[in-house]
């Protein structure tokens, strides 16, 4: 019963460098997205998709690349880490367009 | 892009009181949603309104959505110790040529609760 699951959990960049988070759902959703919760702010769209090859800029984009090769997977990449981009990252998925999103547990990022 | 201004940000209640929280917007909303987060976790949704009016009710949870579309609230009666958490409104639009929809959140309400 995994739903979403993305890893890692947690992480510590330094200014610069990159990394991948990972995000993947088994239950079959051809919606994917990706959100970051700064405290006290909501959740912000990074990027989504609608199925496999289709990826698209949500509201706030900059500084993060995705892809979608796969209907499982959407992982997020991070090229040039940035104190900015310090936050709790989420993954979600949805069986339908406008339909309950389902969330991964989070993979919270600091950058020093 | 829309703003969701949702209060209060957070409230200290005692256990078996009754708590309400609300959204307001300046930009009309075809869906609400309610989110509830617990700690270290990811959201998860509690209620979803389709239609202007609407009002839906899940266990000790009610929700509205207002007859402007541009309002909800959430009420949740006899408040227990596992009610604590972030609970986050969310607002519905169509993405511009994409099929899909993006979801505009509050900044949540962190609710406490005394026992």
């Known amino acids: 019963n995994a739903g979403v699951t993305q890893t890692p959990k947690f992480r510590i960049l330094k200014i610069g460098q990159s990394m991948t988070l990972q995000c993947t759902q088994d239950?079959?959703?051809?919606?994917m997205y990706w959100y970051r919760q700064d405290p006290g702010m909501g959740l912000k769209l990074i990027y989504y998709?609608?199925?496999?090859?289709?990826?698209d800029k949500g509201e706030v984009p900059n500084g993060y690349n995705v892809s979608r090769s796969t209907t499982e997977d959407f992982p997020l990449r991070l090229e040039l880490a940035a104190p900015s981009q310090t936050s709790v990252y989420f993954c979600?998925?949805?069986?339908?367009?406008?339909?309950?999103?389902?969330f991964g547990e989070g993979s919270r990022l600091t950058v020093l | 892009g829309q703003q969701l201004n949702q209060s209060p940000q957070s409230m200290f209640i005692q256990e078996g009181e009754d708590v309400s929280m609300n959204c307001t917007s300046s930009?009309?909303?075809?869906?609400w949603l309610w989110y509830k987060q617990d700690p270290g976790e990811g959201p998860v949704l509690l209620i979803a309104?389709?239609?202007?009016?609407e009002l839906t009710s899940n266990g000790r949870l009610t929700a509205q959505f207002g007859i402007t579309r541009k309002d909800s609230f959430l009420n949740i009666s006899a408040s227990i110790p596992s009610d604590v958490g972030i609970y986050f409104c969310?607002?519905?639009?169509?993405?511009?040529?994409?099929?899909?929809?993006?979801?505009?959140f509050g900044k949540g309400t962190k609710l406490s609760v005394i026992p």
């Open positions: 309104l389709y239609k202007a009016g």
């Open positions: 930009s009309i909303f075809n869906t």
């Open positions: 998709s609608v199925g496999a090859g289709i990826t």
């Open positions: 239950m079959n959703h051809n919606y």
């Open positions: 969310a607002g519905q639009l169509p993405l511009s040529g994409a099929g899909s929809y993006q979801l505009t």
């Open positions: 979600a998925s949805s069986y339908r367009s406008g339909g309950e999103l389902f």
